[in-house]
């Protein structure tokens, strides 16, 4: 099974931009990176999802590199409501619903 | 609004008790997933659905038992609880089994006493 491995927390200041990196060294050819969000007594909710180089949307980018065995999820100037917990997840064959410990990212004012 | 709607979101029960918890999702999707999450604990997945056809069970006892009528519709029953089972229990959809994203509903706070 492809694990993932990311920091248990992180803070920022609002306004800053947030990068959260996930290393996932045996990722398969087949497999796609998505992270979600979390808020306290909530179901996470899926933020982005890629293959390879860049992708962007309305809420986050996401980099990965050629390698594929890392990849960031930037947050472009948080804010307060952007304090929850990030999760990385490396989705294909048997691996797409397994959810780590993820990142418990804290915004302050 | 996820699409994935769960019944109740509070439920206090007793260790004698019988309960089901109700998970409904308007997306029009095939797969089906109980998840469980303890505090300050990663999510477990406990049950899969496929097609109102349970395709996993990782090692949940028996106590918990799940029941998909049709594609749009999951339940948990529970009974005998223990207070280690006192947990948010979160309903998840996917268009296809362990492809694509997941939708998932706010859970149900269950606490047993």
């Known amino acids: 099974l492809a694990k993932t491995t990311q920091p248990i927390s992180m803070d920022s200041y609002e306004g800053q931009e947030v990068n959260i990196t996930c290393s996932h060294n045996?990722?398969?050819?087949?497999?796609?990176i998505t992270w979600y969000q979390q808020f306290p007594s909530q179901g996470p909710r899926f933020i982005i999802q890629g293959y390879k180089t860049k992708v962007t949307n309305e809420v986050a980018s996401l980099f990965i590199p050629a390698d594929r065995k890392s990849s960031t999820l930037s947050l472009p100037r948080v804010s307060l409501s952007d304090t929850a917990v990030y999760y990385c997840l490396v989705e294909g064959g048997a691996n797409n619903l397994f959810f780590g410990t993820g990142t418990r990212l804290t915004v302050i004012p | 609004e996820t699409g994935v709607t769960q019944t109740p979101r509070h439920l206090v029960m007793g260790m004698t008790n019988k309960k089901s918890l109700k998970c409904e999702q308007h997306?029009?999707?095939?797969?089906m997933y109980w998840y469980k999450q303890s505090a300050k604990k990663p999510l477990e997945l406990m049950f899969v659905?496929?097609?109102?056809?349970?395709?996993e069970n990782n090692s949940v006892p028996s106590r918990f038992s799940p029941e998909c009528p049709n594609s749009s519709h999951l339940f948990l029953h529970l009974h005998t609880l223990q207070p280690e089972d006192s947990a948010l229990y979160l309903c998840?959809?996917?268009?296809?089994?362990?492809?694509?994203?997941?939708?998932f509903g706010s859970g149900t706070q269950l606490s047993v006493l």
């Open positions: 045996n990722i398969a050819t087949n497999d796609y």
């Open positions: 997306l029009g999707h095939n797969a």
């Open positions: 998840a959809s996917s268009q296809e089994p362990r492809v694509g994203k997941l939708f």
């Open positions: 659905y496929n097609f109102k056809e349970q395709t």
